[in-house]
């Protein structure tokens, strides 16, 4: 029936009232719209609606400081399922949907596309039942919802590009419009919309179009003037909500969450069982102090209290004082609240993320031996897609979805996946949003974040430990100043001046000038022949330095040592193996020598008598010190810090840390006139060396976007925030340094060849863990002589290739016979 017939059918429809929400009951029509090939349209869309409402129910999450109570949230994210596929009626895109679903290939139209169409109709859905509300939330709500549904079936992008786009879409809009029937289209809103809305807009969809477009530009130059992240958080948690509920009704996997019982007292037993709790040493003994006095705090807590540092020496036990903390947190929220939270445990670097999640594997699984991923799930680009519950193993895209979604208790994940949730653009890094609701976030090594970002991170986190009801637990030896402590942020070691007082178990000896490479090698060569009782570690700036100087310390090497090189142009699986071997003393009782980059920093639990460091800014400097004496031996440990300069000399330094003078001449300025610092002393210099980064940094960059989050320019946001810095093209290689490598990429060979694409990417997804093991990052410079191939994305070393030590060294990895290992490469 066409729009001129729409008054006539009104009056013989029975209206009735649900809730809140009007109601209206027809009679079916003779064919049924499609959603999915296999879905009807009004199924599809009651689904995603009442998910979408059941997540705001069961969510903690609080908006009321801008406006909006819980039960306007539930409507709101009701509507918005309501609306979000509206344009799925138009018999353009029914004719797509029904061919697919008869297994042909049609072509796509413009009149086909569903987005915005049904992004206009939920503006002027919300525009109307929010009518109510007080500005300027009521003038903002209608465009979240235009933008979340516009975009649910790609990426968030600037909002207010996105409201500019209606005026090229008019045409589009009639021609659709003008299409749909009538009948068919209340059919499927039945019980969902009163038929005055769907007749509303049939009728106003132009006056709808227009006022868009007539206000947007003073209400988001508004938001962008007001600095205001609120709203941000409430686009992202909708968005979230949609993409979810959208994704699990397509996908008919029932995640509907159970909490599983994870014990506060997990910890406990575990450190009992490793007789952690009777300590025999010093270091124990402080770590037993220090797990006492941070689980004290639990009693004394202030409901108001959301931001805590933990922040104490390295080798003190933090990563399961924090977990313990956490979990006994947990339970004492859920007791009081009834409401259970997610533990979010975030690190920077891959090297440490399974090692920690084997830890906490060990913990959780005290009790619980069949461990599934509702309880743990690790979360990184190259996690196993392997998702189990019980007996019930998920196929690999099932897995993906799941895993993605932080479907579990506890989730052990990176700062990339966390952050990138905040401050991208991207549909499956957002669609978790929703799940950090009311979690208790663990942010591990926080130090490693860039200073230009902390202003921004500061903002963002005090608002989701505001609104969002978030627990966050900034964890360090090194606390940075994102928060003043005492005013912004608890401490939950309060004593913790003492343990760093009575740590005293090593020195630094800073050596003022340059040095060459080749003087620093000789230095460092006659002392480990000297002391042959002495492990070390001597960690460069660059990738090519580091392969320089395990060249010519184990070039005619005379000495009995055991010499290990770490970086990331060596594979993955290997890295970890040498890792492992490092760590295992019985298998290498003699003198061991590690040559590495910065990878050794944060959280690879490694021990050794004497350290050799590049010069770095303090921060790093302080990180690589916690792998000497860490486990505070019998004799003092050693730290030698060297400005090291290439043969053109330029320092290391000036490679790597690009855009960070400020931390480089901090640092020179806080060491200036020392020549040996005391654990202790160190401490201070720490502090001192923060205090100075606050007073010198530039807020410039966060201010710009916190501009972007507060305007709701998604886009800008994600060109503008990378955690991780890239200043040269990579390129993906895999390596197959051994015969089950070869299986893996002939896998692979084979895969590529699938011509469904489904069928490809799950074929995939079961080796994907595995094939990564053998995967680095080179400069694009190599592209041509890895066969680096433009449609898989990536380059290829063969065995035999590996044999003639063209490409890859067994030892030191990826270094192509006629790179210059004098220069600087960028550590990945």
């Known amino acids: 029936m066409s729009f001129s017939n729409v008054m006539e059918i009104r009056s013989g429809l029975q209206v009735h009232t649900t809730g809140s929400l009007r109601m209206v009951s027809v009679s079916p029509s003779s064919e049924s719209l499609l959603s999915h090939p296999d879905r009807l349209l009004g199924q599809h869309l009651k689904d995603v609606a009442k998910r979408s409402a059941l997540i705001c129910t069961e969510s903690p999450v609080s908006f009321l400081s801008i406006g909006i109570s819980l039960e306007d949230l539930r409507r709101v994210s009701f509507l918005i399922g309501v609306c979000h596929d509206f344009g799925k009626a138009t018999p353009y895109f029914q004719e797509y949907i029904k061919a697919i679903r008869d297994g042909k290939r049609p072509k796509k139209r413009r009149e086909s596309q569903h987005g915005a169409l049904s992004a206009l109709f939920a503006y002027a859905v919300v525009r109307s039942r929010f009518s109510h509300l007080t500005s300027p939330i009521r003038d903002i709500l209608p465009y979240i919802a235009y933008e979340v549904v516009r975009r649910h079936h790609g990426d968030l992008h600037n909002c207010t590009d996105d409201v500019v786009l209606l005026r090229d879409d008019g045409d589009i809009f009639a021609r659709q419009i003008a299409s749909l029937d009538y009948d068919q289209t209340i059919d499927a809103y039945n019980g969902l919309l009163d038929t005055e809305v769907i007749a509303g807009f049939f009728h106003g969809w132009r006056q709808e179009l227009s006022e868009a477009l007539r206000t947007s530009n003073r209400i988001f130059r508004r938001l962008r003037k007001s600095l205001d992240v609120r709203y941000a958080g409430l686009i992202l948690f909708c968005y979230s909500v949609l993409l979810s509920a959208d994704k699990e009704s397509a996908s008919g996997l029932d995640v509907e969450r159970r909490p599983k019982a994870v014990c506060g007292e997990d910890v406990d037993r575990h450190r009992c069982r490793n007789k952690f709790d009777r300590p025999e040493n010093t270091m124990n003994k402080i770590r037993n102090e220090i797990y006492a006095e941070v689980i004290g705090q639990l009693d004394c807590l202030d409901p108001a209290e959301h931001i805590f540092s933990l922040n104490l020496p390295t080798g003190t036990g933090k990563t399961l004082t924090g977990l313990s903390f956490a979990l006994k947190l947990r339970e004492k929220i859920g007791k009081e609240t009834g409401f259970c939270p997610r533990i979010i445990y975030c690190l920077p670097y891959l090297s440490i993320i399974d090692q920690n999640s084997q830890v906490f594997g060990e913990v959780l699984g005290v009790n619980n031996p069949s461990l599934s991923s509702e309880v743990l799930l690790t979360h990184h680009h190259l996690t196993d897609v392997s998702y189990t519950t019980g007996d019930e193993e998920y196929d690999p895209e099932e897995s993906q979805f799941l895993i993605e979604g932080w479907n579990a208790e506890v989730i052990v994940t990176t700062f990339v996946q966390f952050f990138h949730m905040l401050f991208s653009s991207r549909n499956r890094a957002h669609r978790r949003y929703h799940r950090v609701v009311g979690s208790i976030v663990i942010l591990d090594e926080v130090q490693t974040l860039p200073h230009r970002y902390w202003e921004l991170i500061r903002q963002t986190l005090s608002m989701l430990a505001k609104d969002h009801m978030m627990y966050i637990i900034l964890m360090t030896a090194t606390q940075p100043n994102i928060f003043k402590v005492g005013e912004e942020i608890r401490e939950l070691a309060p004593g913790r001046e003492a343990y760093f007082q009575v740590l005293d ?238 299986k893996y990429w002939e896998s692979f060979c084979r895969i590529k060849e699938i011509e469904e694409r489904s069928e490809r990417k799950k074929a995939f997804l079961r080796i994907k863990k595995n094939f990564f093991e053998y995967v680095i990052a080179v400069p694009s410079k190599f592209r041509n002589m890895v066969g680096y191939d433009e449609m898989t994305g990536i380059g290829y070393i063969s065995l035999e290739e590996i044999h003639q030590g063209l490409l890859y060294d067994e030892e030191i990895g990826f270094s192509p016979v006629n790179e210059n290992t004098g220069g600087g490469t960028l550590i990945l």
């Open 505 to 742: 178990r090593l020195d630094l000896y800073v050596h003022h000038g340059q040095v060459e490479i080749d003087t620093f090698i000789r230095i460092v060569r006659e002392d480990i022949a000297k002391h042959p009782e002495n492990d070390y570690l001597i960690v460069m700036n660059t990738i090519a330095s580091s392969q320089r100087v395990f060249r010519d310390l184990t070039h005619q090497q005379e000495d009995g040592a055991t010499y290990v090189y770490l970086s990331t142009r060596v594979v993955p699986k290997e890295r970890l193996a040498r890792i492992m071997r490092i760590k295992d003393k019985n298998l290498n009782p003699g003198q061991q020598v590690i040559v590495s980059t910065q990878l050794i920093e944060a959280g690879v639990d490694i021990d050794v008598d004497v350290v050799y460091r590049d010069f770095a800014p303090l921060d790093s400097i302080n990180q690589v010190a916690g792998r000497c004496n860490r486990n505070f031996g019998g004799k003092k440990g050693m730290m030698h810090l060297f400005e090291i300069v290439d043969g053109t000399g330029k320092p290391y330094y000036q490679y790597i840390y690009k855009g960070s003078e400020i931390l480089i001449q901090n640092t020179k300025d806080v060491l200036e006139g020392k020549e040996c610092i005391t654990e202790a002393e160190f401490v201070m210099a720490i502090e001192e060396y923060y205090a100075r980064v606050s007073d010198a940094k530039s807020d410039d960059l966060s201010k710009n976007l916190i501009e972007h989050l507060a305007a709701l320019e998604f886009e800008d946001l994600d060109k503008g925030f990378h955690l991780i810095d890239s200043d040269y093209p990579k390129y993906s290689v895999f390596v197959a340094i051994d015969e089950e490598a070869e």
